[in-house]
């Protein structure tokens, strides 16, 4: 009998339904708990309280930046801000809005080892930026230094961009981009303060040019304040040869709120 037939490595692979049943008696056992604590999880992790809270972006949006409009404006439809001054991304969406109810996920994925919230960030994604995802080559993550990588032993874009490659059967790049200086945070600074502290940080190496040329590439990121990390990302893959940079993420801000990223 082969693995197909359900064998493994000499054991008899459970099947859908015994997975599903064994997963069901542990819930009634053990309840599963809320990224946002205490309240039994709904599905994706949050509890009823938090999912109601949260303002996912289902309206219309800026094509440029992805900042919700009050009223739909027709396909394409760019902010003044977008329009007065293009960015070097194509177009962007946003799952979320970044305020206190969506801020704490974001940040147990980003400071409190939960990789695993990327698998439901990528499930927002993948509605989100359903348009953008259709039409990508291929998706990069928003690089680390490798110094803040060996600190965090992970990079949260990177979490939210290979499930959902995995998900949608896109091309995945995690090296495509490389972040060559360790910039400071961006928390904290000016429109201007972010587009200096992140200027001629990412590269895409020599050696990696062929997986960006020519190609349509989709950024993922968890948060987009500014835009300056994009902006100086999408740059770097255009200057190797990319033919568009979209981008992606998961809650953007509206105004500055003065929540830590």
């Not at 300056?228 to 040869?241: D, I, P, V, W």
Request: a positive charge.
């Amino acid at each position: 009998m082969s693995a197909e037939d359900g064998v493994f490595q000499g054991r008899l692979k459970p099947g859908p339904w015994a997975t599903a049943l064994w997963r069901g008696a542990l819930d009634l056992v053990f309840p599963p708990q809320s990224l946002d604590g205490g309240e039994a999880a709904m599905a994706g992790g949050l509890s009823a309280a938090t999912w109601s809270r949260i303002h996912f972006l289902d309206g219309p949006v800026c094509d440029g930046c992805g900042t919700p409009f009050e009223y739909d404006q027709g396909p394409g439809a760019r902010c003044a801000a977008c329009m007065a001054r293009p960015r070097a991304f194509a177009a962007a969406r946003a799952a979320c809005l970044y305020d206190e109810t969506s801020r704490e996920p974001i940040l147990k994925l980003k400071h409190a080892d939960r990789p695993d919230v990327g698998e439901l960030f990528a499930l927002w994604i993948a509605r989100s930026a359903r348009e953008l995802i259709a039409e990508a080559d291929a998706v990069a993550p928003v690089p680390l230094h490798r110094w803040r990588l060996l600190s965090r032993r992970y990079n949260q874009a990177a979490e939210i961009a290979r499930p959902l490659c995995r998900r949608e059967g896109i091309a995945y790049l995690p090296d495509a981009l490389v972040r060559r200086r360790a910039t400071d945070t961006q928390a904290g600074k000016s429109g201007s303060g972010r587009k200096r502290n992140v200027a001629a940080a990412f590269v895409v190496p020599p050696a990696r040019r062929g997986l960006v040329e020519g190609r349509r590439i989709l950024l993922i990121d968890d948060v987009m304040t500014t835009g300056a990390t994009a902006e100086g990302c999408a740059r770097a893959l255009k200057a190797a040869g990319a033919a568009r940079v979209d981008l992606a993420v998961v809650a953007r801000v509206k105004e500055a709120p003065g929540l830590t990223i």
